[in-house]
């Protein structure tokens, strides 16, 4: 079993880049096809091994527990109709995992949002998964984090690389010149300007923590917008000579990001053994 039992998902976001349609619904249920985003990022925690999920939740996002949760009177209906496989597809999301639930009241930013897991983690390492960052399904992107902290003892980011216009999105790190392989992290800085960013190698939204990190997420000062990054508590732990990088070599989309999001249902869709082979064929009819 590995020895990262818990993961901690953030879903408190108001998906304001996704509106309308998070005007009424949260923007972990969209879909990739038939699935929601949330599940596919669970079940990329469950494949890493983990065995209980902390989502960290807040109003309007009641479609996420209940998605989880046991749906008595749809079960019963598909039972009574003898509907077997579709019985079988809403019973396994519930048997995916344990889900435990806290809330974030107030948007006080991702830093916050993971020292309101504290009491739900306790005092033992744990993946942290953000769920707008969606890997393609055959590369194992947390469980190679996993393994670097298995080996190093140490907390890490998933890292890649990202072109220079977009290194102001995201947390970027420091990186040797053969940036295959852990390398230890001496510098996470978030939000830089092109010009300030220590290298090109971003964060991106896989993370295996020690506890040791709400120490520091606990002595925080509000940042920009009065929110608290978990940025900053990272680089306490990089100061300890405590974290390392993990380069991630999947394919990711960010389906925060509207393009970004169709291409995952595209992509998605193309590997699906029941519909790959005739959306392939309308696709080739409608891009000609
Ligand atoms: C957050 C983190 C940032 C990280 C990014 C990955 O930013 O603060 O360090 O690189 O997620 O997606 P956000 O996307 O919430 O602005």
Redesign the pocket.
């Known amino acids: 079993m590995s020895i990262i039992r818990k993961a901690v998902i953030p879903v408190a976001g108001l998906g304001t880049r996704f509106l309308p349609i998070t005007k009424a619904q949260p923007k972990e249920m969209l879909p990739l096809v038939d699935k929601p985003v949330i599940q596919h990022v669970v079940e990329e925690a469950i494949r890493a091994g983990v065995d209980s999920i902390v989502l960290v939740t807040g109003r309007g996002k009641q479609a996420i527990e209940n998605h989880f949760d046991v749906a008595y009177e749809l079960e019963d209906t598909l039972q009574r109709r003898g509907k077997t496989e579709d019985l079988q597809t809403v019973r396994g999301v519930t048997a995916l995992s344990q889900f435990a639930y806290v809330r974030q009241g107030e948007p006080l930013g991702?830093g916050h949002a993971v020292l309101c897991a504290r009491h739900a983690v306790g005092n033992e390492p744990f993946a942290l998964l953000?769920g707008?960052?969606v890997f393609a399904e055959e590369h194992p992107a947390l469980e190679s984090l996993v393994a670097a902290y298995e080996r190093t003892g140490k907390s890490v980011v998933g890292v890649q690389e990202v072109p220079l216009e977009h290194v102001s999105r995201?947390?970027i790190v420091n990186a040797p010149k053969d940036a295959t392989t852990v390398w230890d992290v001496t510098r996470i800085v978030?939000k830089p300007k092109p010009a300030d960013a220590p290298s090109r190698f971003?964060?991106?939204?896989r993370y295996i923590l020690s506890p040791r990190v709400f120490e520091h997420l606990a002595a925080l000062e509000p940042g920009v917008g009065g929110e608290y990054?978990?940025?900053d508590a990272l680089m306490e732990l990089a100061e300890e000579g405590q974290l390392v990088a993990c380069p991630i070599p999947a394919k990711r989309f960010d389906t925060g990001n509207k393009l970004d999001y169709l291409k995952a249902n595209v992509e998605f869709a193309l590997k699906r053994e029941d519909l790959g082979a005739d959306f392939l064929a309308y696709l080739r009819e409608v891009v000609k």
């Open positions: 991702l953000l707008d960052d995201y947390g978030e971003a964060v991106v939204g990054q978990l940025t």
